[in-house]
């Protein structure tokens, strides 16, 4: 990337995947990093940490145009990954879920085609996928954002937009296993809304090295998935009890939360009908289809009828075991597990 690329901005820079992906440009001798965020206290943060000049930092809000437009100039490559991701917080205050993940994701999109950005990659969710929460809904209107732009650029523009779909990052903000770690740790029960739930279980490197991927392979308009294992939220639960070793440890069952699903899901069939398989990565292509209408209401395809939606439930399905190696690879795991048997007698 680095002889290509001189200067890369990441939206939301401060978040999980902005400072693993920032870490890993600097890595590779990327000249410049730009992080676009509205925390001035993660930023001072990040910058005493890092304490490299090649890192410059934005304070602003991709609801802001001007902003994006200021962060934007001159860079080669823009990594998105500002957004509302709380699927509570988006419920409430669904307004501003439109205000950030659309309109904001707009800003971006236009801003990078107006500054004639090489490559574009915008990130998404499962939860786009027959989305039944304002989160959801909301990246899946930026998904259509992306692609639009997409169509209406051609395979010939200087600006590659492409997009990228996942699933839970473990041990990110929002996850679920800190939560049951430090419960398990101060001793109170750990909370479950439905054991059989099943999630997708995606390390914080993959979603990087998805991103990554993408912005390596990208056509106009695609959007790539990884072929990511699940497991029930039950096998999750004994997995961390076993690594913990409370195999008395209470579970409390509280039941589905609001806009709750029973799995999730990466991809449709009818994406599916039309995807390019690439052996670790699925790459949904875009539809190119353009304002001729009849394309839509009197055309259809046959051969979409043989695809299943790819969702948590029909995904390779990891063991309590497969769960115990998945979670010890993450460093943050592993040094809880080591503390707690360093302090239990």
């Given at each position: 990337m680095a002889d290509a690329i001189n200067s890369v901005l990441i939206t939301g820079g401060t978040g999980s995947f902005g400072k693993t992906m920032l870490r890993e440009l600097l890595a590779d001798g990327i000249p410049e990093v730009r992080v676009l965020s509205?925390?001035?206290?993660?930023?001072?943060?990040?910058?005493?940490?890092?304490?490299?000049?090649?890192?410059?930092?934005?304070?602003?809000?991709?609801?802001?145009?001007?902003?994006?437009?200021?962060?934007?100039?001159g860079v080669d490559a823009i990594f998105h990954a500002a957004a509302l991701k709380q699927v509570p917080s988006c419920e409430f205050f669904p307004l501003e879920a439109v205000r950030t993940n659309i309109l904001g994701s707009e800003n971006v999109i236009r801003a990078a085609i107006d500054a004639k950005v090489k490559s574009l990659v915008c990130l998404s969710t499962d939860k786009a996928v027959m989305p039944i929460n304002s989160m959801g809904m909301s990246k899946a209107m930026m998904e259509k954002l992306a692609q639009s732009a997409a169509r209406e650029?051609?395979?010939?523009?200087?600006?590659?937009?492409?997009?990228?779909r996942y699933g839970n990052v473990m041990h990110s903000r929002g996850s679920v296993i800190p939560l049951f770690i430090r419960q398990i740790t101060t001793g109170r029960p750990i909370t479950v809304t439905e054991p059989e739930m099943t999630r997708f279980l995606m390390p914080l490197r993959d979603s990087v090295a998805l991103v990554?991927?993408?912005?390596?392979?990208?056509?106009?308009?695609d959007l790539f998935i990884k072929k990511a294992p699940a497991s029930t939220i039950a096998d999750l639960v004994v997995a961390?009890?076993?690594?913990?070793?409370?195999?008395?440890?209470?579970?409390?069952?509280?039941?589905?939360?609001?806009?709750?699903?029973?799995?999730?899901?990466?991809?449709?069939?009818?994406?599916?009908?039309t995807a390019e398989d690439l052996g670790d990565y699925w790459r949904l292509q875009l539809d190119g289809r353009d304002l001729n209408y009849n394309a839509y209401?009197?055309?259809g395809?046959?051969?979409?009828?043989?695809?299943?939606?790819?969702?948590?439930?029909?995904?390779?399905?990891?063991?309590?075991?497969?769960?115990?190696?998945?979670?010890?690879?993450?460093?943050?795991v592993q040094q809880a597990v080591d503390s707690w048997r360093t302090a239990t007698p």
């Amino acid at each position: 990337m680095a002889d290509a690329i001189n200067s890369v901005l990441i939206t939301g820079g401060t978040g999980s995947f902005g400072k693993t992906m920032l870490r890993e440009l600097l890595a590779d001798g990327i000249p410049e990093v730009r992080v676009l965020s509205r925390d001035e206290e993660k930023q001072d943060h990040l910058r005493n940490e890092l304490a490299d000049s090649r890192v410059r930092f934005f304070i602003g809000d991709i609801r802001d145009r001007s902003s994006v437009d200021r962060a934007t100039a001159g860079v080669d490559a823009i990594f998105h990954a500002a957004a509302l991701k709380q699927v509570p917080s988006c419920e409430f205050f669904p307004l501003e879920a439109v205000r950030t993940n659309i309109l904001g994701s707009e800003n971006v999109i236009r801003a990078a085609i107006d500054a004639k950005v090489k490559s574009l990659v915008c990130l998404s969710t499962d939860k786009a996928v027959m989305p039944i929460n304002s989160m959801g809904m909301s990246k899946a209107m930026m998904e259509k954002l992306a692609q639009s732009a997409a169509r209406e650029l051609g395979p010939a523009a200087g600006t590659t937009i492409s997009c990228v779909r996942y699933g839970n990052v473990m041990h990110s903000r929002g996850s679920v296993i800190p939560l049951f770690i430090r419960q398990i740790t101060t001793g109170r029960p750990i909370t479950v809304t439905e054991p059989e739930m099943t999630r997708f279980l995606m390390p914080l490197r993959d979603s990087v090295a998805l991103v990554r991927f993408a912005f390596a392979k990208a056509r106009q308009g695609d959007l790539f998935i990884k072929k990511a294992p699940a497991s029930t939220i039950a096998d999750l639960v004994v997995a961390l009890k076993q690594l913990f070793d409370v195999p008395d440890h209470p579970v409390n069952v509280i039941g589905w939360r609001h806009s709750e699903k029973l799995f999730e899901t990466l991809a449709s069939s009818q994406e599916l009908g039309t995807a390019e398989d690439l052996g670790d990565y699925w790459r949904l292509q875009l539809d190119g289809r353009d304002l001729n209408y009849n394309a839509y209401f009197s055309e259809g395809t046959e051969d979409l009828a043989k695809f299943e939606d790819f969702h948590s439930h029909n995904a390779e399905r990891l063991d309590v075991e497969g769960v115990k190696q998945l979670l010890l690879s993450l460093p943050e795991v592993q040094q809880a597990v080591d503390s707690w048997r360093t302090a239990t007698p």
